[in-house]
């Protein structure tokens, strides 16, 4: 099967401006989930799709990060305006339902943000 | 609230002596444990799971960890390290209740296999 597609691989961009991120999980994978993870640090959860509805957004800095999934296939991460703390990788993972939830993740490959 | 710790930020090892790299983690109701290596600008990849039955699980690439619930530690081991094996690895939990579809991550640690 065809793994979670993220793109861009790398951004870079200067403070204030603002960026989206594209994923599109694995097909048929009702939850989509977005991770932030800092240079030397572990994933940290931003938010946590269920189709196309929100399970989970408490870790997401809502005055600047958007995202949504309005098909509950894809999903789009925004920063707007970004700024230096924001750099880092952003990782999509998915997950089918039922006994998929106890399988563990499978995650892009991220996209790289560097905010200047 | 659930939580896990790998309290080693680096591990260094010969190639061919066994390695262990450690996580405790703290979840209410039953814990279910994961690991995961990340390579250099690669995404994470999954190794191993812990979800019930026996203690010790075994993943891809050789590698197997122990599940002891009376000191809530899940430790990474391989009986022979290779150098391949250098990587970042990352220890998560989910835990039960509510937040059972969210897995939380540790912060890491870092596994350097010397020739």
């Known amino acids: 099967e065809a793994g979670v597609a993220q793109s861009p691989r790398y951004k870079i961009i200067e403070k204030r401006q603002s960026v989206a991120f594209w994923c599109n999980p694995i097909?048929?994978?009702?939850?989509l989930y977005w991770y932030q993870q800092i240079l030397g640090q572990g994933p940290k959860l931003l938010i946590q799709?269920?189709?196309?509805?929100?399970?989970?957004d408490s870790q997401l800095p809502k005055d600047r990060f958007s995202a949504e999934r309005l098909k509950g296939v894809d999903s789009t991460l925004k920063i707007q305006p970004a700024k230096l703390e924001d750099s880092a990788v952003y990782l999509c993972?998915?997950?089918?339902?039922?006994?998929?939830?106890?399988?563990?993740?499978?995650f892009g490959s991220g996209t790289r943000l560097t905010v200047v | 609230a659930q939580s896990v710790a790998q309290p080693e930020d680096q591990v260094n090892v010969a190639e061919g002596n066994p390695l262990t790299v450690k996580c405790t983690y703290s979840?209410?109701?039953?814990?279910?444990l994961f690991w995961y290596v990340q390579y250099p600008n690669r995404g994470l990849q999954f190794l191993l799971k812990?979800?019930?039955?026996?203690?010790l699980v075994k993943g891809s690439y050789g590698f197997e960890a122990e599940f002891n619930k009376s000191q809530t530690s899940f430790h990474l081991k391989k009986p022979s390290a290779l150098v391949s094996d250098s990587a970042l690895y990352f220890c998560?939990?989910?835990?039960?209740?509510?937040?059972?579809?969210?897995?939380?991550f540790g912060s890491g640690t870092r596994l350097s296999i010397r020739p």
């Open positions: 998560a939990v989910r835990g039960g209740g509510s937040s059972a579809s969210k897995i939380i």
């Open positions: 979840v209410s109701g039953n814990p279910y």
């Open positions: 993972a998915s997950s089918s339902s039922g006994t998929g939830l106890l399988a563990g993740y499978t």
């Open positions: 097909s048929g994978h009702a939850t």
């Open positions: 799709f269920q189709n196309n509805g929100v399970v989970d």
């Open positions: 812990y979800i019930t039955g026996d203690n």
